[in-house]
């Protein structure tokens, strides 16, 4: 599925289940929720925290699908198109960062 696919799958799904979209700051307060469920199942399954047995269950890839979900959802409430915004920053981050990463004695 590409973005434009996505982002039309979603706008259907809003339209058939979903009523109406929720409002933009309603959605990025959803956004903001989702992104801390990802980040408690990563910082304790690949960080240094202890998981909680409660958290062991918990499917990465499924919140990670929440997070795109509403993603998605701004997206089409903002008129973005995201396989152009995407396009236009991969290509600022080429010109920018193209040669940065490979001279940093960091990442060797």
């Known amino acids: 599925m590409t973005l434009e696919q996505a982002q039309q799958t979603v706008n259907n799904w809003i339209k058939e289940h979903g009523v109406r979209y929720f409002n933009e700051l309603t959605n990025m307060a959803m956004l903001t929720e989702e992104v801390g469920e990802v980040a408690r199942i990563i910082a304790r399954r690949y960080g240094e925290q ?38 236009k920053n991969l290509e600022k981050k080429t010109k920018r960062d193209g040669e940065r990463h490979h001279n940093n004695p960091k990442l060797k």
């Open 50 to 87: 202890s998981e909680k047995e409660s958290d062991k269950n918990k499917d990465l890839g499924e919140e990670m699908a929440d997070v795109l979900f509403v993603l998605l959802c701004l997206a089409n409430q903002t008129g973005v198109d995201l396989t152009d915004a995407l396009n």
